[in-house]
């Protein structure tokens, strides 16, 4: 079955930099997009960053353009999150997500267009 696995997270001053992985197993398919959503304490799931798989093309959030880079390796089936200049309002657990069967590009950042969720890694910013 469609597995994601997250890592890569912990305990990072403010101003560094931390990449993440999302490394997934059991498509049949290549997936539509491979998107990384954060959740912080009391606050709604957002989506942060997404890949395209189909067009290659990369969305960012707002608050990480700039500080976040989105990748992937194809042959490792690792999708990558490498965020630089962390902030303490970036702390939260990180998941990556993958939409099955529907797929729209401009909805990215919308958590109910996805199907399968890894268990999450914690990125906690603070002195």
């Known amino acids: 079955q469609v597995q994601l696995v997250e890592s890569g997270g912990g305990l990072v001053q403010p101003g560094g930099s931390l990449r993440l992985s999302c490394t997934t197993s059991?498509?049949?398919?290549?997936?539509?997009?491979i998107t990384w959503f954060r959740q912080a304490p009391g606050k709604e799931r957002e989506g942060v960053s997404c890949?395209?798989?189909?067009?290659?093309?990369?969305y960012y959030a707002d608050s990480v353009k700039g500080r976040f880079t989105i990748s992937r390796d194809k042959s490792q089936n690792t999708v990558y999150l490498q965020m630089n200049s962390l902030k303490p309002e970036d702390t939260a657990v990180y998941y990556c997500?993958?939409?099955?069967?529907?797929?729209?590009?401009?909805?990215?950042?919308?958590?109910?267009?996805?199907?399968?969720w890894g268990q999450g890694t914690q990125v906690t910013v603070s002195s």
């Open positions: 059991g498509f049949t398919l290549d997936p539509y997009a």
């Open positions: 890949l395209s798989t189909s067009d290659g093309m990369t």
């Open positions: 997500a993958t939409p099955f069967g529907v797929w729209i590009s401009e909805s990215w950042y919308m958590a109910n267009l996805y199907d399968y």
